[in-house]
C-alpha cells in the first residue's frame, strides 16, 4: 500500500470538449516541475481518455470536472478525474474504449463513489 502522497495540484475544467487538451497540458506541466516524466506518454494518455469518458457521461450541463495529480515518494503518480456524475465508470463490452486504454496503460485503476459523483483513478509506477 503506499503511503500519503508527497505531492498534488489539482485544477477545475469546464464542460467543454476543448479542455482535454487543457488537462493534458496541465499534467504535463505538473509532471515536468516534479520531474516525474518517466512515463509521461502513458500519463496524458490516461488523462486524455479520463477526461473524455468524464465529458461524455459525468459532466451534466453547468457543471465541470476536476484533475487532480497526486506523486509519491516511490515515483509513482495518481490521476483522478472527479465529476458529478451518477454512477460509477466501468469497461463495457461494444461500449467506449477509454476505460480499456486506461486499463492496459496504467498498472491500477479504478472508480470510487463521491457526493455528488465519482472519482476516476489511474496510478502508473516509476
Not at 456524475?85 to 467506449?96: A, H, M, Q, W
Request: hydrophobic share 40%; aromatic share 6%; charged share 30%.
Amino acid at each position: 500500500m503506499r503511503t500519503e502522497p508527497a505531492l498534488m495540484r489539482e485544477r477545475l475544467f469546464p464542460r467543454c470538449r476543448q479542455t482535454v487538451r487543457s488537462a493534458r497540458e496541465f499534467t504535463a506541466e505538473t509532471l515536468d516541475a516534479w520531474d516525474r516524466t518517466a512515463r509521461l506518454d502513458d500519463v496524458l494518455l490516461c488523462v486524455s481518455e479520463l477526461a473524455t469518458n468524464a465529458l461524455r457521461h459525468g459532466v451534466p450541463p453547468g457543471r465541470g470536472y476536476r484533475v487532480r495529480l497526486l506523486a509519491y515518494e516511490d515515483g509513482g503518480v495518481r490521476v483522478e478525474v472527479h465529476d458529478s456524475g451518477p454512477g460509477l465508470s466501468r469497461i463495457r463490452l461494444g461500449g467506449g474504449r477509454g476505460l480499456a486504454i486506461v486499463a492496459a496503460v496504467a498498472d491500477r485503476w479504478g472508480a470510487v463513489p463521491r457526493s455528488p459523483g465519482k472519482a476516476v483513478w489511474c496510478e502508473t509506477d516509476r
